[in-house]
């Protein structure tokens, strides 16, 4: 094969032209083989060209995946197959497996006899760096990145930056313009941010920025640069589209810290840029106030701990009375956090940041099923018992939330109709849609469904209008001063007696004096949550309280 240097420059230029892939050359008749170099390099292969090839490789093949490789080579060199199409795991020099896809042909005679078999391996390990539509890194790269500076120790900033409202972009001018119009913001940052660090694609339009060079002025201007380009100056197909960019930072200087981590706490300060400061770059530190501020390693121990099977977790319930006769109806399953270094953390401390991270999903789960497990042997002596669980948008969005939810109830044995799920206004956030379909399929298996924190925000009224709303439980904040503020009076007036027309239980929180608990019981309520009655206790203190053993 060497001898023949019209086959080797072809080669050379097909393997030097073929973008993340390998490309391999087979000399039928002879078993000899030419293989790219990057190939040899990244698995450790003997050399560029190879005496049955074939049976080298497969010794890099996964175990696993040996014998139906083999069988597509045999049908190969037996002249029984023209193509070879798979794929396999191949083991790299390092030892670890990557996930490769390898595609061949047979090049026939003149005879029709098999002459060379020749093909591509596509390295997924590889592949997997890159972003398809903008060709930046991704975020499998920007993870990878992030634990290569914590392991050197080297202080750097990252910046998130996302944007709003893009899903009305691609309902008008489709997915193909919305793609193109990614495109053209990946550019610009490439322009503005590229000489200064490096710049990934990562979930769905966000983008992220990671520099040791620029300080946090120098980084703010960049940021109104692009905040302003995108906002006037980006045309896609001659048409100027209106871009609304959020950005978040975090500054990474504690090395013993997680990339999801990291990645989690960049992620809650853009979120409180798009949703509270309206675009405003928001540093991470900034997020939560100073009596709360968490820093990067304490996030970082209690995700650990959630995916530790939620190791220094706990729960307590604090109940909710009936108006009138003060007897209990229910809990509330809370949270808590409690290990070394820190003591016990509330949520209020952790949920924010987290509640957005991929493991969140798994905490939501195992408050479910401990909650629903603690508070099952209550039945027997309460039938009406009511437990309540609060819910994040960020587990409402996952798509296996529902099918979970019923298992739960299903592998615990509670009665879907004594527990209530709680729903926070911050899910105006989620698309719509998808929470009126998932209220609807909770309630259609007799779960209640209690709307939080209602009158907190301008949305509460059109949640209540548009989904099937079991319970309005009004926000403490409307509470404190109830007996002495007339306009707190008739907000809490107003929002009772909406919720009364439209047949919906009020539950008040935050009743913490007499003087509170009766001026309330003029509104049309339907029970009380608050300090008055009993602050949160764990659940075999709630059932000495109430005498349910």
């Given at each position: 094969?060497?001898?023949?240097?019209?086959?080797?420059?072809?080669?050379?230029?097909?393997?030097?032209?073929?973008?993340?892939?390998?490309?391999?050359?087979?000399?039928?008749?002879?078993?000899?083989?030419?293989?790219?170099?990057?190939?040899?390099?990244?698995?450790?292969?003997?050399?560029?060209?190879?005496?049955?090839?074939?049976?080298?490789?497969?010794?890099?093949?996964?175990?696993?995946?040996r014998?139906?490789?083999?069988?597509?080579?045999?049908?190969?060199?037996?002249?029984?197959?023209?193509?070879?199409?798979?794929?396999?795991?191949?083991?790299?020099?390092?030892?670890?497996?990557?996930?490769?896809?390898?595609?061949?042909?047979?090049?026939?005679?003149?005879?029709?006899?098999?002459?060379?078999?020749?093909?591509?391996?596509?390295?997924?390990?590889?592949?997997?760096?890159?972003?398809?539509?903008?060709?930046l890194?991704?975020?499998?790269?920007?993870?990878?990145?992030?634990?290569?500076?914590?392991?050197?120790?080297?202080k750097?900033?990252?910046?998130?930056?996302?944007?709003?409202?893009?899903?009305?972009?691609?309902?008008?001018?489709?997915?193909?313009?919305?793609?193109?119009?990614?495109?053209?913001?990946?550019?610009?940052?490439?322009?503005?941010?590229?000489?200064?660090?490096?710049?990934?694609?990562?979930?769905?339009?966000?983008?992220?920025?990671?520099?040791?060079?620029?300080?946090?002025?120098?980084?703010?201007?960049?940021?109104?640069?692009?905040?302003?380009?995108?906002?006037?100056?980006?045309?896609?197909?001659?048409?100027?589209?209106?871009?609304?960019?959020?950005?978040?930072?975090?500054?990474?200087?504690?090395?013993?810290?997680?990339?999801?981590?990291?990645?989690?706490?960049?992620?809650?300060a853009?979120?409180t840029?798009?949703?509270?400061?309206?675009?405003?770059?928001?540093?991470?530190?900034?997020?939560?106030?100073?009596?709360?501020?968490?820093?990067?390693?304490?996030v970082?121990?209690?995700?650990?701990?959630?995916?530790?099977?939620?190791?220094?977790?706990?729960?307590?319930?604090?109940?909710?009375?009936?108006?009138?006769?003060?007897?209990?109806?229910?809990?509330?399953?809370?949270?808590?956090?409690?290990?070394?270094?820190?003591?016990?953390?509330?949520?209020?401390?952790?949920?924010?940041?987290?509640?957005?991270?991929?493991?969140?999903?798994?905490?939501?789960?195992?408050?479910?099923?401990?909650?629903?497990?603690?508070?099952?042997?209550?039945?027997e002596?309460?039938?009406?018992?009511?437990?309540?669980?609060?819910?994040?948008?960020?587990?409402?969005?996952?798509?296996?939330?529902?099918t979970?939810?019923?298992?739960?109830?299903?592998?615990?044995?509670?009665?879907?109709?004594?527990?209530?799920?709680?729903?926070?206004?911050?899910?105006?956030?989620l698309?719509?849609?998808?929470?009126?379909?998932?209220?609807?399929?909770?309630?259609?298996?007799?779960i209640?469904?209690?709307?939080?924190?209602?009158?907190?925000?301008?949305?509460?009224?059109?949640?209540?209008?548009?989904?099937?709303?079991?319970?309005?439980?009004i926000?403490?904040?409307?509470?404190?001063?109830?007996?002495?503020?007339?306009?707190?009076?008739?907000?809490?007036?107003?929002?009772?007696?909406?919720?009364?027309?439209?047949?919906?239980?009020?539950?008040?929180?935050?009743?913490?004096?007499r003087?509170?608990?009766?001026?309330?019981?003029?509104?049309?309520?339907?029970?009380?949550?608050?300090?008055?009655?009993?602050?949160?206790?764990?659940?075999?203190?709630?059932?000495?309280?109430?005498?349910?053993?």
């Amino acid at each position: 094969m060497k001898e023949n240097r019209f086959l080797m420059d072809l080669f050379d230029a097909i393997a030097t032209t073929a973008k993340d892939s390998y490309v391999f050359f087979c000399d039928i008749a002879t078993d000899e083989s030419r293989w790219s170099k990057a190939a040899v390099d990244y698995f450790g292969l003997p050399g560029e060209f190879m005496y049955k090839a074939g049976t080298i490789w497969e010794e890099h093949i996964h175990p696993e995946d040996r014998a139906k490789y083999r069988q597509s080579i045999d049908e190969i060199f037996a002249g029984k197959a023209l193509k070879h199409d798979m794929e396999y795991r191949a083991r790299a020099k390092d030892g670890s497996y990557v996930m490769c896809t390898c595609r061949g042909a047979v090049v026939k005679n003149d005879d029709g006899s098999p002459m060379f078999f020749a093909g591509t391996i596509r390295n997924h390990g590889v592949l997997d760096s890159f972003d398809p539509v903008t060709n930046l890194n991704n975020l499998y790269s920007f993870f990878s990145d992030i634990k290569a500076i914590c392991k050197e120790k080297k202080k750097s900033t990252v910046l998130v930056i996302g944007l709003s409202q893009f899903s009305g972009i691609n309902d008008i001018y489709g997915y193909t313009f919305g793609n193109d119009v990614l495109k053209e913001l990946a550019f610009q940052m490439l322009i503005t941010l590229g000489p200064f660090g490096k710049v990934y694609r990562l979930e769905g339009t966000k983008f992220g920025f990671v520099t040791d060079e620029l300080t946090d002025e120098q980084l703010e201007e960049k940021y109104k640069a692009l905040q302003e380009h995108a906002k006037s100056e980006t045309y896609v197909h001659g048409r100027r589209v209106n871009l609304v960019v959020n950005g978040g930072v975090v500054e990474i200087e504690d090395f013993n810290v997680s990339s999801h981590t990291i990645y989690a706490c960049v992620r809650s300060a853009f979120e409180t840029s798009r949703n509270q400061r309206h675009g405003e770059l928001v540093y991470f530190e900034n997020v939560i106030s100073d009596s709360n501020k968490m820093k990067l390693q304490k996030v970082n121990t209690i995700r650990e701990s959630i995916i530790n099977d939620c190791r220094g977790f706990y729960l307590c319930y604090q109940p909710f009375v009936n108006k009138d006769t003060e007897e209990l109806e229910g809990v509330e399953a809370l949270v808590r956090w409690k290990g070394e270094p820190y003591g016990s953390i509330e949520p209020n401390d952790f949920i924010p940041v987290l509640e957005n991270d991929n493991a969140f999903f798994e905490l939501g789960n195992w408050i479910l099923h401990t909650a629903l497990m603690e508070a099952r042997p209550i039945l027997e002596k309460k039938p009406d018992f009511i437990l309540n669980v609060n819910l994040s948008y960020g587990q409402i969005e996952r798509s296996k939330f529902r099918t979970k939810v019923i298992q739960i109830l299903n592998d615990t044995g509670f009665p879907p109709e004594n527990l209530c799920l709680e729903i926070t206004e911050r899910c105006r956030f989620l698309d719509m849609d998808l929470l009126a379909s998932t209220v609807k399929f909770l309630r259609s298996y007799g779960i209640r469904i209690a709307l939080d924190d209602f009158g907190t925000g301008f949305s509460s009224m059109n949640l209540l209008r548009e989904f099937p709303i079991d319970v309005a439980k009004i926000d403490r904040s409307f509470v404190t001063n109830i007996d002495e503020n007339p306009v707190d009076q008739v907000i809490v007036k107003t929002l009772t007696m909406g919720a009364a027309e439209m047949n919906i239980k009020v539950t008040v929180e935050g009743i913490e004096t007499r003087s509170m608990r009766d001026c309330m019981r003029q509104y049309k309520v339907h029970s009380f949550q608050g300090f008055y009655y009993s602050s949160p206790h764990p659940m075999d203190e709630i059932v000495e309280m109430y005498g349910l053993k």
